[in-house]
């Protein structure tokens, strides 16, 4: 990954140390991949016997307070959400000055991997991914817990059970981004950050967050499933800053030709500078998607996503009992 151990102190440079070592009840057996700040090793739980993804996180991490603290808070409640699509933290801790979280190892690769091979992927493909991410997302949001660093990397796409759900897809990394920490002290934007590619526009200017910032980041992923690029591309991080703070977001369908214009529409509202002015949940934005994609008629939408199931359309609107229940948009 793309300058991914710069200035860090990051456990790397010292996998290869690592294998067989136990750390906290964990043999780590090999890397399966690290990004800006942790490595991710496949490990071996002594006590169970059993296959786990172990994340390390940079030393330097474990040194700042704000940070630690989210850590500990959002580890918590990410372990307490038990969902299909996200996936289930076994364990969160320190050992020796390292902050590690142990969850559950998942076979397959991440969606960055898949864009990067396959490119733009079948609407219909785009929509089953959406779709889970979405539901992981607003069951999150139900918590109080806003993710904040939605992008491909953080969406692992394994096998899915049968050939009407070719794969199952588990969204990762709750509360442990950078991006709010190093955003809002600006000295490291470029450095630390990773990509900015998918990052609302309340996040850049340090205003405060909830749910509706990751409806923002899932557009923009759900933006790039369906085109093969992100809403914004810009030469330098500043320009792509002042980009997605100022700068109305390509129609999806001059990106791809095909797509049907009523998807722009929800894109554009997806991807609205205003919370206020985005859906009020996920699975609002991703129902009103397919249905737009359903709406495209017949061309090469229709055909190339004609494997699998017709996607549903949006939800109706839930009986007035059900109301409390639901977030206010
Ligand atoms: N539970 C898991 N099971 C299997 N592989 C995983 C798991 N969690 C993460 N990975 C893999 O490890 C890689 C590195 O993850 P990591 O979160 O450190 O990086 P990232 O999300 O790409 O970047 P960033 O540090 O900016 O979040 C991921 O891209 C993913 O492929
Ligand atoms: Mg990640």
């Known amino acids: 990954m793309a300058g991914a151990t710069r200035d860090t102190d990051l456990p790397?440079?010292?996998?290869?140390?690592?294998?067989?070592?136990q750390i906290a009840g964990y043999v780590v057996q090999g890397e399966i991949g690290r990004g800006g700040m942790a490595v991710v090793y496949r490990a071996r739980d002594v006590r169970l016997d059993r296959t786990?993804?172990?994340?390390?996180?940079?030393?330097?991490?474990?040194?700042?307070?704000?940070?630690?603290?989210?850590f500990a808070h959002e580890s918590r409640v990410a372990a307490a959400i038990d969902h299909p699509h996200i996936v289930p933290v076994f364990e969160a801790g320190e050992t020796e000055g390292v902050l590690y979280i142990a969850m559950r190892y998942v076979p397959g690769q991440d969606l960055r991997a898949l864009l990067d091979r396959e490119g733009a992927?079948?609407?219909v493909k785009a929509g089953r991914i959406a779709v889970q991410v979405a539901s992981a997302l607003d069951?999150?949001?139900a918590h109080d817990l806003v993710h904040r660093d939605v992008k491909p990397g953080n969406i692992l796409v394994a096998e899915g059970t049968d050939r009407d759900h070719p794969e199952h897809v588990?969204?990762?990394d709750f509360g442990l981004t950078k991006k709010s920490l190093s955003l809002t002290g600006l000295t490291t934007v470029g450095q630390f950050v990773g990509t900015l590619d998918y990052v609302a526009p309340e996040q850049i200017s340090g205003r405060p967050v909830d749910g509706r910032c990751d409806v923002y980041s899932l557009a923009c992923v759900v933006f790039e499933t369906l085109t093969g690029v992100p809403p914004f591309r810009r030469d330098d991080d500043?320009?792509?800053?002042?980009?997605?703070?100022?700068?109305?977001?390509?129609?999806?369908?001059?990106?791809?030709?095909?797509?049907?214009?009523?998807?722009?529409?929800?894109?554009?509202?997806?991807?609205?500078?205003?919370?206020?002015?985005?859906y009020g949940t996920c699975l609002e934005f991703v129902a009103a998607l397919r249905a737009a994609l359903e709406r495209?008629?017949?061309?090469?939408?229709?055909?190339?996503?004609?494997e699998g199931p017709e996607p549903p359309a949006a939800p109706p609107k839930p009986?007035?009992?059900a109301v409390p229940v639901f977030r206010e948009p």
């Open 12 to 21: 790397a440079g010292r996998e290869s140390g690592l294998v067989g070592k």
């Open 52 to 70: 786990v993804a172990l994340k390390l996180l940079a030393p330097e991490l474990a040194r700042n307070d704000t940070f630690r603290k989210r």
């Open 121 to 123: 992927l079948a609407p």
């Open 139 to 141: 069951a999150a949001h």
């Open 170 to 172: 588990y969204l990762t």
């Open 238 to 278: 500043m320009a792509l800053l002042w980009a997605h703070q100022y700068d109305p977001p390509p129609p999806v369908s001059s990106e791809r030709p095909g797509l049907p214009e009523a998807a722009d529409g929800v894109l554009a509202k997806a991807l609205a500078k205003a919370p206020e002015e985005r």
């Open 296 to 306: 495209g008629g017949p061309g090469p939408v229709r055909r190339e996503g004609a």
């Open 319 to 321: 009986p007035k009992w």
